[in-house]
């Protein structure tokens, strides 16, 4: 099966991946360097990985549901809804602080604290401990949090730090470097998705996770619908 990602709560990143019996292969893989300007920049970059990939359209997408600011996540979830409707193919939603977390779990980490970089010099924030080797149980979050507050966070429940900017507050000095990488999310969407599957209430939608109150009512424009 081939799957489609697409997460814009940084910079946008979208790959495909391949999954055969449980293996997950990433085929292609692009990274913005905007970390604003994701609408401009996803239809092109969603062209270079099918190309890339060898495919006209995936089996699946798979789609970051943030946390994160309005302008960006709502430009990666539309993008992957509408390209769901365009191809007649099923789109999931995993969470972008959950992606983060297991990379850094495949790392060897007990314990994460995985963040994103919420701007107005905060960050969203989420402690999640590995549920084997390709999921994640969410210790709390998520959260937005003060840089300064993680020292005092991390005297009170150890954790490894994990973020896709390592060097954006000296507090996060030491972090783990982890992005939303597409094999990671395709593996946390499979996981879910068998979750659920199983009877477990795995929320596997597209609502979008806005933590902030002038993001859920940007401008008035309707939140994606799940």
């Not at 990143?13 to 449980?22: N, Q």
């Not at 994990?162 to 593996?187: F, K, N, Q, V, W």
């Not at 659920?196 to 979008?208: F, H, M, V």
Request: aromatic share 2%; with cysteine.
């Amino acid at each position: 099966m081939k799957i489609l990602t697409i997460d814009t709560s940084d910079r946008s990143i979208v790959g495909v991946v391949d999954t055969d019996l449980g293996d997950v292969t990433e085929l292609a893989c692009e990274v913005s360097a905007d970390t604003r300007h994701h609408a401009e920049t996803l239809t092109p970059m969603v062209a270079k990985v099918l190309t890339d990939a060898g495919i006209t359209k995936p089996d699946l997408i798979v789609a970051g549901t943030g946390p994160a600011a309005f302008t960006g996540l709502r430009a990666g979830l539309m993008t992957a809804r509408a390209l769901a409707r365009g191809w007649d193919v099923p789109v999931v939603g995993v969470s972008s602080l959950e992606t983060i977390a297991l990379g850094a779990a495949r790392t060897g980490a007990d314990e994460v604290l995985a963040v994103i970089d919420a701007r107005r010099k905060e960050l969203f924030a989420l402690r999640a401990r590995p549920m084997g080797p390709d999921d994640v149980a969410v210790m709390s979050g998520p959260e937005i949090v003060k840089p300064a507050a993680l020292p005092a966070m991390l005297d009170e429940a150890p954790a490894v730090v994990a973020t896709s900017h390592p060097d954006l507050y000296p507090e996060l000095a030491g972090a783990t470097a982890i992005s939303c990488r597409p094999a990671m999310m395709a593996t946390l969407a499979l996981s879910h998705q068998g979750r659920q599957d199983a009877g477990e209430a795995i929320d596997l939608s597209t609502q979008p996770q806005y933590l902030r109150r002038p993001d859920i009512h940007n401008g008035g424009v309707p939140q994606p619908q799940a």
